[in-house]
């Protein structure tokens, strides 16, 4: 019943272009519903199986980090109201970066909730474009050619931006490699004065459309290099990747609810785990490549 009122209140507040389902192989598994859990304070993950997001309780409004594919607006709308909040009650969407998978439920969510929207420069003008950057190594690839629904009105912070809204303030790191607009937000949650780092990490992973070779641009290896190298620097209790699977989100809260050791969910070395693992990955996409231009 949840779900279908949430339905409604969507299709009332939304064009309908902003909930067409996405259609790719993986798009049906990213998409099943999750229940909501508590990370720590007052940040939940209500994103589904297969693409985080996270709410955050200011005090003052929430703050929501990203919105998965168009279809998962529903599910994640559904989520927040089964925290017992209103979505009216969202006042800043933030984004990850501007792919379908990340950035595609965003125009629906933010007609629904009336909330404003922010990511990197570079990912703010992608999104009003409703498409990622021109210089995406998965430009004019996947489903749709890698476009969504553009989201109107998108606020386009600098690499250390601070965001804040009531008692809670987020910092945006630029980490461009998986896309040049990608962003990973980090902010304290602190629970009878119990505080923790908590990181939303961006994705990490060496993908692009075929035909694309990163070793044809070392600047951009080089910055993709960077990147992994300041996701693991940041301080970091809990790293939430955008998609769950890479930091073992669901494995960790499963461990904890067990009666585990807190040690099971938080871990200081998530964030420089989650970054080695971005290096294999971009490593054995580099020596691929050496492979096949001999």
């Known amino acids: 019943m949840l779900i279908t009122s949430t339905l409604l209140a969507l299709a009332l507040a939304a064009s309908p272009a902003d909930l067409m389902p996405i259609e790719c192989?993986?798009?049906?598994?990213?998409?099943?519903?999750?229940?909501?859990?508590l990370l720590h304070g007052k940040s939940w993950y209500v994103g589904t199986q297969g693409l985080s997001a996270v709410l955050i309780d200011?005090?003052?409004g929430l703050v929501l980090v990203d919105g998965a594919l168009p279809q998962s607006a529903p599910l994640i709308a559904a989520n927040i109201a089964s925290l017992g909040f209103s979505v009216t009650d969202v006042k800043w969407i933030l984004n990850?970066?501007?792919?379908?998978?990340?950035?595609?439920?965003?125009?629906?969510l933010k007609r629904l909730s009336g909330a404003r929207v922010a990511g990197t420069a570079r990912g703010a003008e992608a999104m009003r474009q409703g498409n990622a950057p021109h210089?995406?190594?998965?430009?004019g690839y996947g489903p749709q050619a890698n476009a969504f629904p553009p989201v109107d009105e998108v606020t386009g912070l600098a690499d250390g931006a601070q965001l804040t809204v009531g008692d809670l303030t987020l910092t945006l790191h630029a980490t461009p490699g998986h896309t040049p607009g990608g962003a990973?937000?980090?902010?304290?949650?602190?629970?009878?004065?119990?505080c923790?780092?908590?990181v939303y990490a961006d994705s990490v992973t060496a993908v692009s459309a075929p035909g694309f070779r990163f070793s044809d641009d070392p600047g951009r290896v080089a910055e993709f290099r960077a990147t992994l190298d300041r996701i693991a620097g940041l301080d970091c209790d809990l790293a939430v990747s955008a998609h769950p699977g890479p930091t073992k989100l669901f494995e960790r809260a499963a461990a904890r609810d067990a009666g585990e050791e807190e040690p099971a969910f938080f871990d200081d070395q998530s964030c420089r785990a989650y970054a080695a693992f971005g290096r294999d990955w971009l490593d054995k996409r580099l020596a691929e490549e050496s492979a096949k231009s001999e």
């Open 25 to 37: 192989p993986a798009c049906a598994g990213w998409n099943l519903p999750q229940a909501p859990f």
């Open 58 to 60: 200011s005090g003052d």
């Open 96 to 108: 990850s970066h501007p792919h379908y998978d990340h950035a595609g439920g965003i125009a629906a």
């Open 135 to 139: 210089d995406d190594p998965q430009v």
């Open 184 to 194: 990973t937000w980090s902010w304290r949650s602190c629970d009878q004065g119990r």
């Open 196 to 198: 923790r780092d908590l």
